[in-house]
């Protein structure tokens, strides 16, 4: 078995000033958790493997990223608590409520489809909830997402169907169109026929009678054939100078990664990534994948989501290999393929690090692309003010705001920024029924912050957070590329 290496070396980095534990949304609102620094690497001395974990309220630690962001020493403090909670795990087992919820991809695939509608309404039911709550620890107000009739991979293939079926059509229409033109071939050939035949004629004429005038002949004028105006070139811009399809005539492959929630609960936003991508000139590819293995991470399953992040870089090698990027809309699966599986989980091959060196936030993409001028500015104008919350998961990426650095370029458009640290789901973390109050304390700053913006709609990148929101606000929310394609004014269908 592969086991991760010791972060242990990190440890005598911590200088005890407690920044994060100030920092810190969840021991802001709660006493069981002492903080950052105590459940870190404090407590991470006297972990030692083979003996009893000394303290379970790391298992209180949500992930959030905040403390690795305040550290003015570089502390890996998140990365710490994830791999004590997995040896807590590994002493005791998975809890039967964080298997399943943790297995989100699963959970997907029993949910979406044509029994989504039965499923959704199942589980909505008071009695279910109930039952959830005390049997399972799912708390009985946790949001819970629509499961969807047609899933994302399903709108895919039958997209490819109907692409096949436009292709046939389009050959039809060529082997129609050479029809015509050979039988035009042989009315050229009858008309210069009748042609010669008529200047015989003529010249017969002239010989019989020398004092008519001679004919002021026209010459006939041949029409230019008709020729069908040349494609725009696609963008050549590639984020990877060894790309191979940097200065194709043809469209360059990108691959997309969708994640779990786009699946099956909401498609609508890989439709706007598909509209938005493929109006930029790229083929989107959209090969098999699983889980990225995050939900995993965070309830200390690391033998799963070690054979999750395998089997993903098993799908894309071959794309990245040749230089495609991987692009995915959901900010949590991306820095997970990015950096959480690989620091976490000890997976350091050059499989795995091409894999993550080839992948990009989408928005952090278009941003790549409007840098090197190859992003398209045909917005339709948007007269419209909204509140927009950056994910604590998407502030780890440590890129800035490529989603206010593309949007801002939309004429009339303007986003007010939360300053709110986390909404407080984290993912699975907010679902459970001893974490469900300590969840809504954290969000309280954000949902404080919507509800005054005044606005019908909140933008957000992360799937979770945006379902922590509505669950919280009532307000609607949107991934911000679905505004995006709105502005860009391309079609997409929504389920």
Not at 346 to 353: E, I, K
């Amino acid at each position: 078995m592969n086991h991760p290496p010791p972060l242990n070396q990190g440890l005598d980095q911590c200088i005890k000033c407690n920044i994060c534990t100030s920092a810190c949304p969840v021991a802001a609102v709660s006493d069981r958790f002492p903080g950052p620094k105590y459940v870190g690497p404090q407590a991470q001395r006297f972990r030692r493997e083979g003996q009893p974990v000394p303290d379970d309220s790391v298992d209180y630690c949500s992930g959030c990223r905040v403390c690795n962001e305040v550290c003015p020493t570089g502390v890996p403090i998140a990365q710490l608590n994830a791999r004590a909670r997995a040896q807590i795990v590994a002493e005791r087992g998975v809890p039967l409520r964080n298997w399943l919820i943790a297995r989100t991809d699963m959970i997907g695939r029993l949910s979406a489809g044509p029994q989504a509608p039965l499923v959704n309404f199942v589980l909505r039911l008071a009695p279910t909830r109930w039952l959830a709550h005390y049997i399972l620890g799912i708390h009985r107000h946790a949001p819970l997402p629509l499961a969807r009739r047609h899933t994302f991979r399903a709108w895919v293939a039958e997209r490819r169907v109907q692409g096949t079926g436009n292709r046939e059509q389009g050959t039809g229409n060529r082997e129609q169109g050479t029809e015509n033109r050979e039988q035009g071939t042989e009315n050229r050939e009858q008309r210069t026929e009748n042609r010669e035949q008529g200047t015989e004629n003529r010249e017969q004429g002239t010989e019989k009678s020398v004092l008519s005038s001679p004919s002021r002949l026209t010459p006939p004028t041949s029409t230019p054939p008709t020729s069908t105006p040349p494609t725009s070139t696609p963008p050549t811009f590639s984020p990877h100078a060894s790309s191979p399809h940097a200065s194709s005539p043809h469209a360059s492959p990108i691959v997309y990664f969708h994640g779990c929630a786009t699946q099956a609960y909401e498609p609508h936003v890989g439709q706007a990534a598909l509209a938005v991508l493929e109006h930029h000139g790229y083929e989107v590819l959209v090969p098999p994948q699983n889980c990225c293995g995050l939900p995993l991470i965070s309830n200390g399953d690391f033998v799963a989501a070690r054979r999750a992040h395998l089997t993903n870089v098993r799908h894309l090698l071959a794309y990245v290999r040749q230089g495609i990027p991987v692009v995915g809309t959901s900010t949590s699966c991306t820095l997970t393929l990015k950096e959480e599986a690989p620091e976490i989980l000890g997976l350091h091959s050059a499989d795995v690090q091409l894999l993550a060196a080839h992948t990009y936030d989408l928005f952090e993409f278009l941003r790549l692309l409007a840098e090197a001028g190859q992003l398209r500015r045909d917005f339709r104008p948007m007269a419209r003010q909204l509140p927009y919350h950056i994910p604590c998961q998407y502030r780890a990426h440590r890129i800035g705001q490529p989603v206010v650095d593309v949007l801002s370029l939309i004429p009339g458009l303007q986003l007010s920024l939360s300053p709110a640290a986390c909404c407080g789901i984290a993912g699975t973390y907010g679902i459970k029924r001893e974490k469900y109050a300590i969840a809504m304390a954290v969000g309280q700053p954000l949902f404080n912050f919507i509800r005054q913006s005044g606005s019908d709609l909140a933008l957000c990148d992360s799937e979770t957070c945006r379902w922590q929101i509505s669950h919280a606000t009532g307000v609607a929310t949107k991934h911000p590329i679905e505004l995006l394609a709105e502005a860009y004014n391309l079609s997409y269908y929504q389920s």
